[in-house]
């Protein structure tokens, strides 16, 4: 479909890959990865004709229908955001345009004759093509799209110009996703998408019929859909087959190899050199030497990369809080006539990991910035339980920043307590490495003072955080890294996010913002998923239309049935690792308890105000951390519980 032969890329001089071999087949479903800079958005600009290549070509099949969704938006008209996606259609404006003409010479001439016939014949070849390419059903198809993607019928007549950014991308995905291409690029599709508007592309991605070509940096996306890997890694582009998931396991197993030949070639380099260092005023030796030193001057160095795993990011100790740090009482929030949340009553537990979830628009956002009180509700109050202290994090904390301060004196003015090099550290981890931490924020990109505020957040001493879609600009390794930082952090923990797969590991309690309320899902994201699939295959089966029997078909109950099984017992998994986690947890504590009580009763210890004194505060500490492991225990038992007693009623 479309063959890649002898490819070189530069950039400001330097090769991005070089010498590019491959093809792509029908049907491929292809994960495009590789480090930021690296060439992956030129690389799908070149298959789209929107960049030509200086070395190599790119050959395509003929008549090869491709679509293409970038980053950035390009141009909105004022079309509606209907009428925005038919005219894309190239081939449907076509026919339209060939219909007319046609009506209109049959108007003009008589009822009968050579001409008239001749025109009946044209529209009867017209309306078989539009049998063939599904014309009839392409506004039905339009809606569905648009639906799927966060739509309602009653923006359809609004005017795409009107959209914010977020939902222009969405308009502009809908035109491809309609487009009956053969090859689908994607540049980053999730970032404006939610949970609800992502399972729906998941599900459609899935399914489609032609090739498809992706960036994303949500692993859950890329794993569900892609079933080969195109890595550009040390100016080479290479395709592995199997899951994203394989790749990163083969990705982990070529570092390791890495490093053993790091090692090796660095004994063979110090030898060399000792050498060299021990016969260099040697006559007798003086070939030998200079040999020495041409092989030295030949060797292609390996440069190891420093890994997520060698960048460990601990958040501070700090005071715990009350057992209830955030109390919502009552609270309605409206803009305007427009009424967004509705009597809201929530209680946060201390120690809690929660993610908020739902439609976009629905008040995520505005729900994080009352509970952070950010934002003043309408009406209800909210509480600030004993000793709460809250750092928040969202895209507008940009505006908090000293545009004209360097990044690493914006942290370093943000806390003190860490050294330079520890902040290097942890902004490498945030993308920002070598003198790029001295670079202003006023020079800073959107993203990149997102990340700045983001590792201002990391630096806190509050036992409350809440993030409202912390991941939006950043790369696989620094969500690991953020993501491990978080999992480890004993406060309590507010998450607004689409990403799947960062909320997996560290909530355990999901809550929904939805029609003005909210639902509260006690487990953790992938039981969410499970229960939501489940109410809209239950709403499916309710609302079918009068054509159909009214029932979803028996086929369809058991693949819905078997999928949920899969879904549960995948959910139960990774429950009863967190349980065994908690249980080994839990023994070091009740260890560390019982040595504690041992020495207040030791009379070197209760005779020394200092050693009593520091004893009992650790006692309290370690007896708070186990009350707290106690909980999450119980509660993860509930849940695997509930998820067991539903797998029963399935099978």
Not at 395 to 402: A, I, K, P, R
Not at 573 to 590: A, V
Request: net charge negative.
């Amino acid at each position: 479909m479309i063959d890649i032969n002898s490819l070189s890329v530069q950039f400001t001089g330097e090769n991005l890959f070089e010498n590019v071999n491959l093809k792509i087949l029908p049907n491929d479903k292809i994960a495009l990865v590789g480090s930021n800079g690296t060439g992956k958005s030129t690389f799908l600009k070149m298959l789209s004709g929107k960049q030509s290549q200086e070395n190599g070509t790119i050959s395509f099949k003929k008549g090869l229908k491709i679509g293409y969704l970038p980053q950035e938006l390009i141009s909105v008209n004022n079309h509606t955001i209907f009428e925005d996606v038919r005219n894309s259609l190239t081939q449907i404006i076509e026919i339209d345009e060939r219909d007319k003409l046609l009506q209109a010479k049959l108007n003009r001439l008589p009822s009968s004759g050579n001409e008239h016939d001749e025109i009946i014949k044209q529209i009867g070849n017209l309306n078989h093509l539009k049998e063939e390419i599904g014309y009839y059903e392409i506004n039905s198809t339009i809606e569905k799209i648009l639906m799927g993607l966060g739509f309602s019928k009653d923006q359809f007549d609004n005017a795409t110009s009107q959209l914010s950014g977020g939902w222009q991308m969405r308009v502009e995905l809908a035109k491809i996703l309609s487009s009956n291409n053969d090859i689908i690029l994607l540049d980053e599709p999730t970032n404006h998408l939610d949970i609800d508007s992502l399972q729906w592309l998941v599900k459609f991605l899935k399914s489609y019929k032609g090739a498809i070509i992706l960036v994303s940096h949500d692993r859950y996306f890329v794993n569900n859909i892609c079933t080969k890997t195109l890595e550009i890694y040390n100016k080479n582009v290479t395709f592995y087959k199997g899951s994203y998931n394989d790749y990163l396991n083969f990705k982990e197993e070529r570092a390791e190899k890495l490093k053993l030949d790091y090692a090796e070639q660095q004994k063979q380099i110090k030898q060399t050199e000792q050498f060299i260092e021990r016969f260099r005023y040697k006559a007798t030796k003086a070939k030998q030497v200079q040999s020495r030193i041409k092989q030295l001057e030949k060797i292609e160095r390996i440069e190891l990369v420093e890994t997520e795993n060698k960048i460990n990011f601990h958040f501070f100790d700090t005071n715990p809080s009350g057992v209830i740090p955030l109390k919502l009482n009552n609270v309605s929030k409206a803009y305007g006539n427009l009424s967004v949340l509705e009597n809201i009553n929530l209680d946060i537990e201390r120690g809690e990991k929660i993610a908020l979830v739902g439609p976009n628009g629905a008040g995520k956002t505005t729900l994080s910035k009352i509970l952070s009180k950010r934002l003043e509700a309408t009406s209800g109050n909210v509480e600030l339980g004993y000793n709460t202290l809250i750092s928040f994090y969202a895209q507008d904390v940009v505006d908090n920043l000293n545009l004209e301060n360097d990044i690493i004196t914006e942290l370093y003015e943000s806390d003190s307590e860490n050294t330079i090099g520890q902040l290097r550290t942890l902004l490498g981890a945030f993308l920002f490495n070598g003198d790029d931490v001295f670079k202003k924020i006023k020079v800073l990109s959107g993203g990149e003072k997102s990340r700045v505020g983001l590792a201002k957040v990391l630096l806190t001493k509050a036992n409350t955080i809440i993030l409202d879609e912390p991941t939006n600009h950043l790369d696989y390794d620094s969500k690991r890294i953020l993501q491990n930082a978080l999992g480890k952090f004993d406060g309590t923990l507010i998450i607004v996010s689409h990403d799947v797969d960062f909320l997996k590991p560290i909530v355990s309690k999901v809550i929904e913002v939805r029609n003005k309320t909210l639902k509260t899902y006690y487990g953790g994201i992938d039981y969410y998923l499970v229960k939501r699939e489940e109410s809209d295959f239950s709403e499916i089966n309710e609302n079918k239309n009068d054509d159909f029997s009214g029932k979803i078909s028996r086929k369809d109950q058991k693949r819905f049935e078997a999928e949920k099984r899969q879904k549960f017992h995948k959910a139960t998994k990774e429950i009863k690792t967190k349980i065994t986690q908690c249980e080994i947890e839990i023994d070091k504590l009740e260890s560390s308890k019982t040595s504690l009580e041992l020495d207040m009763m030791n009379e070197k210890v209760y005779s020394n105000p200092m050693l009593a004194k520091q004893n009992k505060i650790e006692y309290d500490k370690v007896k708070f951390e186990l009350e707290r492991q106690y909980e999450i225990w119980t509660n993860y038992s509930e849940e695997l519980e509930k998820i067991t007693i539903e797998l029963e009623q399935i099978d």
